[in-house]
């Protein structure tokens, strides 16, 4: 079975600080496939990085950056500068992969850690 | 590229009531998906279609609940009999289908139910 935790329930932070969003998985796979979703008061999950499992490169792009650790299950999630507009509910994800390198979209999410970004 | 459409955005019912969820896909998308999302937790799997073969439903998909793709194209999902535990966010996702990997969902902003 698979199972992502997300041990901060709530982060709130003053406008330019920078915050890490932890994530935590298990599974049985040797091949899977790692997700950040942001959700906006809108309701519409927005996807902001996948991950193969086989790839531990950290990863940036603009002020958001991914350190992924297979040896700990992590998968942490970093804002630089934080704004306004980070303000969001931010949910890990994992996806099995199939033999092959395929998956299908059937992801199991972390609880999710709702951030606020204050002005 | 009008991204995926849900209908309605918000639906009330009253307890034992029956209710039908609309969702309309990026139009080249082959794969369809339902989750299901309380308050405070993450999306949860329900079911996913590829083209009109429904090809896995999650055990939180009980014998009240059906959907439908006919075509291909948009989806259905119907609760009959509604319990108040039904009441959650339903979201729908769509993503095409690649040769090689599963890149990402595209998500829709959800149908919220409330069960009376």
């Known amino acids: 079975a698979q199972k992502v935790t997300q041990a901060q329930t709530e982060i709130s932070v003053v406008e330019k600080e920078d915050v890490t969003l932890d994530c935590v998985y298990e599974?049985?796979?040797?091949?899977?496939?790692l997700f950040w979703y942001k959700q906006p008061p809108s309701g519409e999950l927005v996807f902001l990085i996948r991950?193969?499992?086989?790839?531990?490169q950290n990863e940036i792009s603009g002020r958001y950056s991914w350190n992924f650790q297979k040896s700990t299950s992590s998968f942490n999630f970093t804002i630089t500068a934080s704004q306004v507009v980070d303000s969001a509910v931010y949910f890990c994800?994992?996806?099995?992969?199939?033999?092959?390198?395929?998956?299908?979209?059937?992801?199991?999410f972390g609880q999710g850690t709702i951030l606020t970004v204050h002005p | 590229d009008t991204g995926v459409s849900q209908n309605p955005r918000h639906k009330i019912t009253k307890r034992g009531q029956n209710v039908t969820f609309r969702c309309d896909p990026i139009?080249?998308?082959?794969?369809l998906y339902w989750y299901r999302q309380t308050l405070g937790q993450g999306p949860e799997f329900l079911t996913y279609?590829?083209?009109?073969?429904?090809?896995?439903k999650s055990r939180l998909l009980s014998d009240r609940f059906s959907a439908e793709r006919p075509k291909g194209s948009f989806s259905t999902l119907e609760i009959q009999r509604t319990e108040q535990g039904d009441s959650a966010m339903y979201l729908c996702?769509?993503?095409?289908?690649?040769?090689?990997?599963?890149?990402?969902?595209?998500f829709g902003s959800g149908t919220q139910l409330s069960v009376l």
């Open positions: 996702a769509s993503s095409p289908l690649t040769g090689r990997s599963f890149e990402k969902l595209f």
């Open positions: 599974t049985r796979d040797t091949t899977y496939y």
């Open positions: 991950r193969n499992s086989f790839d531990e």
């Open positions: 994800a994992l996806s099995e992969a199939r033999a092959g390198g395929t998956s299908y979209g059937k992801l199991t």
């Open positions: 139009s080249e998308h082959n794969r």
């Open positions: 279609f590829q083209n009109e073969a429904q090809l896995e």
